[in-house]
């Protein structure tokens, strides 16, 4: 089982480009977040699924788009870069919600200039 | 911001010696679970503790909970080398909606 995979690893953007950043898990778990992590803040959700279909916002979901048409891809996708984006993001899964444990991919390294 | 509090935010000890964390939280939870981060990988699940759970072992680890005081304590004996990293409590609060709260993180060295 490859758990879960997250591309690019990392990435530089200009002030305004858009991207999206690909995670796909191979556990059949319903649950699908997405966190940033920036220094001396931890981790703050940013968009999170309970299932295909479904999304719902987090903590930091501004400038931020989210889709999950499929059980195993919750790709998450930069509108218009900021600076303020420049941070490390991580995807993560788990069978039953919070009320699980986690997995986490390796994170993108997001630079944007 | 609900995030949960890691206390110390650092700690240096020598390996065999035993490395305590604590987390504080606000308002009541369904569980609290501990996470461990290597430098530049993804955070590693470690335990999960429900809210009508006191204590719980895994190896070298043990987590309590104390929901009156609403905190929980990370022990983990015996510290090795290996055992160097940051340490997350995240909480799944009452009422959260399936959201997982992590605090700011704990950086353990330990020294050989």
């Known amino acids: 089982n490859a758990g879960v995979t997250q591309t690019p690893k990392f990435q530089v953007l200009k002030t305004g480009q858009s991207m999206t950043l690909q995670c796909a898990q191979d556990?059949?778990?319903?649950?699908m977040s997405w966190y940033r992590q920036d220094p001396g803040m931890g981790l703050r959700l940013i968009h999170y699924s309970v299932g295909a279909g479904i999304t719902d916002q987090g903590e930091v979901p501004n400038g931020y788009n989210v889709s999950r048409s499929t059980t195993e891809d919750f790709p998450l996708r930069l509108l218009s870069a900021a600076p303020s984006q420049t941070s490390v993001y991580f995807c993560?899964?788990?069978?039953?919600?919070?009320?699980?444990?986690?997995?986490f991919g390796n994170g993108t390294r997001l630079t944007v200039t | 911001s609900q995030q949960g509090e890691e206390d110390p935010q650092a700690l240096s000890i020598q390996e065999g010696e035993n490395a305590t964390m604590n987390c504080s939280y606000k308002t009541s939870i369904n569980n609290l679970q501990w996470y461990r981060q290597n430098s530049g990988r993804g955070l590693v699940h470690l335990i999960l503790i429900r809210s009508n759970e006191r204590e719980k072992h895994s190896g070298r680890l043990r987590v309590t909970l104390d929901t009156s005081k609403k905190s929980s304590s990370l022990l983990i004996t015996a510290s090795r080398a290996a055992d160097t990293a940051s340490y997350f409590c995240?909480?799944?609060?009452?009422?959260?909606?399936?959201?997982?709260?992590f605090g700011k993180g704990i950086t353990l060295s330990v020294r050989p």
């Open positions: 995240a909480t799944d609060y009452t009422g959260a909606n399936s959201k997982l709260t």
């Open positions: 993560a899964s788990s069978r039953q919600g919070a009320g699980s444990p986690l997995h």
């Open positions: 556990m059949n778990h319903e649950y």
